[in-house]
Structures are given as structure tokens and as C-alpha cells.
């Protein structure tokens, strides 16, 4: 730990680890119950989770001491890895099907072992490093530069399909949001982003009112209650959750908790912290995340390396998309759409992949990497 201490910002890394180590103990009291229900050992979450802990852990300790600047040629090749796997998991024996409510199989992992791999969740980092070294290089006014995107375009929309195709519309949206605060970043005019923003509503639709899942969570999101004994369940009982948890929670231990989230350990786990911990608990966490969200965005903004400045503001728009899609999906803001909690969401895939990015974060983010 002192290997990493010496010249990273203390702030950051304090906030880190506090969010992973809160995050696995309200993911242990969300899933005991679910956990002894279904295999008669309350700590089988907990332990799964907490090996995947440690590996983030110390995967988080090798990145952040590993020069940034090294990732900058390394995108087209890791995005060509990323593709291999995003295929891997539509072939049978490697990719694993999981079916739905709605009579649609979801392939979205690989099994190795016990474990599985979840693909689309790396993939994120491979198009942040990417698309950050081409961006920082770019002009919007210069018309060869658009030219020269026209390759990478076409490597990023293909793993974009593949990840749609899964489906995993949740994580295509987040990587849709981080190009966009790329392309503004670079000096594209907010007018005309919107211009072409509005260009592909069209297109948002048709994915949406073509394709009878989402479609049918739209109907659920409009009218949760009409579904409230199927495909509305976890909906609703997100709201009881937090009617239930009231203004200071409940007594965790007295067994009134969690009496109406199934599986509340992954993406609903916000729900349960609500009904542990109350409003005020809420509000605690959320000022966490923003002091989080707030303390990397002004290391960030003083990074010299241009590489360095759009990979470190990638990675902040990722991470507060994924926290902000997840609040709002919980709250009914939005309709569901699988997004994970970082650091709180049950799953190997989702927790490393957020140490990475934090691991990448903190090395930008080094003393001698900002302007005084």
C-alpha cells in the first residue's frame, strides 16, 4: 500500500477503498437471505464476492503504478481482443444463456471454471483508452480529422452491435454517453451535438419499439403496479424498500429487512441500502459519490498530458453515468436497464473492471502529472 501512497492524491484513494469495503457489507446484508434460501449458506455471496475483492484489489495496486501513457498505443489491440470475446460469448460451450420473463435468452457471459466472465463490462475500458487516443489529437473543424475517425467509427459501432445484440442495452448506452462527452470535450459545439443527438432519436426508437423486451419494460416503467406479481416485482418492491426503510432504516438484524427484494444483492442493491440505513443513510451515500465524483474531476481538469486529461475524463463520465442510471432506475426515474451500482453490485466482472478504471484514475491523476 505505501507503493502507492508516496505520489497519488491520499483523498482519492481514501474514498476508494471506502466505497469498496461499505460496498461489500451492505452487498453481504442484501444477499444472506437470498444466499441461505437458495443454497443454504448465507455467506456464499459474501465469500464469492469478497475473493473478487481482494483480485480488484490488487489488480487496482498494478494499475495504478503502471505509466498511463503505456494504454495510448494499446487501444486498437485491445479492442480487437475485446471483439474476440464479445463474439465468444454467442458460441455454445463457451457463452452462457440466461432466459427472461420475456422468452428472450441473454448472452452476455463466458464460463470459465465456476466463474463467469462478463465481457461487455472490459469492453468499456477498451473503448475509453481507445477512443481517448484518438480524441485528444482531434480537431471538429479540421475536415481530414473526421476522415481519420472513420476506421475507429466502425470499431467502435461493431462492438457496440455485438454488446446490443447480447442484448445489453444499459452498458451501450453508458459507452454511447462517454463518446458523446468526448466529442464535446474535443471542442464540438454543444448546438450541433444536440443536432445530431436529436438526428438518432429515430433510431433509439426503433431499437426500443422493435424489440418486444424493451418495449415491454417501458410499459412496466409507465405502470409498474399492473405488473407488480411478474415482470413489475422488483420495481415495485424497490418502492416498498423505500417506504419501508423510512427516514433511519430498519434493525438489520431483526429480519425485517429485505422482506421484499428478490435477488437485492445486484442491481437494486441502492433499494436495500435505503431499507437498512433510511433516507438519511441515502443521502450519506450519495454525498459519497459525488465528493468522489467531484474530488477526481478536479484532479483531472489539471492534468497536462492530453491523453492523459480524455482518458481521466472518461473514466469520471463512465463511472457517474453508471452511478446515476442506477439511482435513477431504482427510484423509477428511468426504466430498468441492468446497469450495475459500482462498487456495491454483486459480480466479479462489474467490481474489477471498476478498480480498473479506478487503478488507471489514480495514476493520471499522480502529483507529478498536474499542474501546480
Not at 484513494?13 to 469495503?21: E, G, V
Not at 489488480?59 to 471483439?83: H, K, M, P, T, Y
Not at 475517425?149 to 462517454?178: A, H, K, N, Q, R
Not at 474489477?352 to 484514475?361: P, Y
Request: net charge neutral; proline share 3%; charged share 15%.
Amino acid at each position: 500500500m505505501n507503493a502507492i501512497r508516496k505520489n497519488y492524491d491520499t483523498i482519492l484513494l481514501i474514498l476508494i477503498y471506502t466505497l469498496a469495503f461499505i460496498g461489500i457489507s451492505v452487498m453481504f446484508t442484501a444477499s444472506f437471505h437470498s444466499s441461505e434460501r437458495e443454497y443454504g449458506d448465507a455467506y456464499y455471496f459474501l465469500k464469492r464476492q469478497f475473493l473478487w475483492l481482494i483480485i480488484g484489489i490488487l489488480v487496482f495496486v498494478l494499475v495504478a503504478q503502471i505509466d498511463f501513457r503505456l494504454w495510448e498505443n494499446l487501444g486498437l489491440f485491445l479492442c480487437l481482443v475485446s471483439i474476440v470475446f464479445l463474439i465468444l460469448v454467442f458460441v455454445p460451450g463457451l457463452g452462457k444463456s440466461v432466459g427472461t420473463y420475456y422468452g428472450r435468452n441473454f448472452n452476455r457471459w463466458i464460463g470459465v471454471g465456476p466463474f463467469q466472465i462478463q465481457p461487455s463490462e472490459f469492453s468499456k475500458i477498451t473503448i475509453l483508452i481507445y477512443l481517448s487516443s484518438l480524441f485528444y489529437k482531434f480537431s471538429p473543424d479540421n475536415g481530414s480529422d473526421w476522415k481519420r475517425l472513420l476506421y475507429p467509427s466502425l470499431i467502435v459501432v461493431s462492438m457496440l452491435l455485438l454488446i446490443v445484440l447480447e442484448p445489453s442495452f444499459g452498458t451501450t448506452m453508458e459507452i454511447v454517453f462517454v463518446i458523446i462527452a468526448m466529442i464535446f470535450l474535443s471542442g464540438f459545439s454543444f448546438k450541433r451535438l444536440a443536432a445530431v443527438g436529436i438526428s438518432i432519436l429515430p433510431l433509439v426508437y426503433l431499437l426500443i419499439e422493435k424489440v418486444g423486451y424493451r418495449r415491454k419494460r417501458i410499459e412496466i416503467w409507465l405502470d409498474p403496479y399492473s405488473y407488480r406479481f411478474d415482470e413489475g416485482h422488483q420495481l415495485v418492491s424497490s418502492y416498498q424498500a423505500f417506504q419501508s426503510g423510512s427516514w433511519l432504516g430498519n434493525d438489520i438484524g431483526s429480519g425485517y429487512s429485505h422482506r421484499y427484494l428478490p435477488y437485492a444483492h445486484t442491481d437494486f442493491i441502492a433499494s436495500t441500502f435505503v431499507e437498512d440505513y433510511g433516507l438519511i443513510g441515502f443521502v450519506i451515500f450519495t454525498f459519497a459519490i459525488l465528493f468522489f465524483i467531484i474530488r477526481s474531476f478536479q484532479l483531472v481538469e489539471r492534468v497536462e498530458n492530453g491523453f492523459g486529461f480524455f482518458l481521466g475524463a472518461g473514466i469520471i463520465v463512465l463511472l457517474s453515468i453508471q452511478f446515476l442510471m442506477n439511482l435513477f432506475v431504482v427510484t423509477g426515474l428511468i426504466p430498468i436497464t441492468g446497469v450495475s451500482l459500482p462498487f456495491f453490485s454483486y459480480g466479479g466482472s462489474s467490481l474489477i473492471t471498476v478498480f480498473i478504471l479506478c487503478g488507471i484514475l489514480v495514476n493520471i491523476t499522480r502529483k507529478e502529472n498536474l499542474e501546480e
